[in-house]
């Protein structure tokens, strides 16, 4: 878990900085993974998200690359 955060932490410090989005009604991960052009897993681990689901109004970090 703690090489894991470390892993997860280099890679948003090396990379740009990474966009922030507001959850509204219809937006999915995989919907949202394909508009900043990342990947689901990349969403899920940079919010601490272990699922799927989304709550409306909670804003996410999209990491860039």
Request: no cysteine; proline share 6%.
């Amino acid at each position: 878990p703690f090489a894991r955060w470390i892993a997860v932490t280099v890679v948003l410090y090396l990379s740009k900085p990474p966009l922030r989005h507001t959850i509204k009604k219809g937006d999915t991960l995989w919907g949202l993974s394909r508009k900043y052009n990342t990947t689901v897993t990349a969403i899920q681990r940079a919010n601490g998200l272990k699922g799927s689901n989304l709550r409306i109004g909670r804003t996410l970090l999209i990491p860039r690359y």
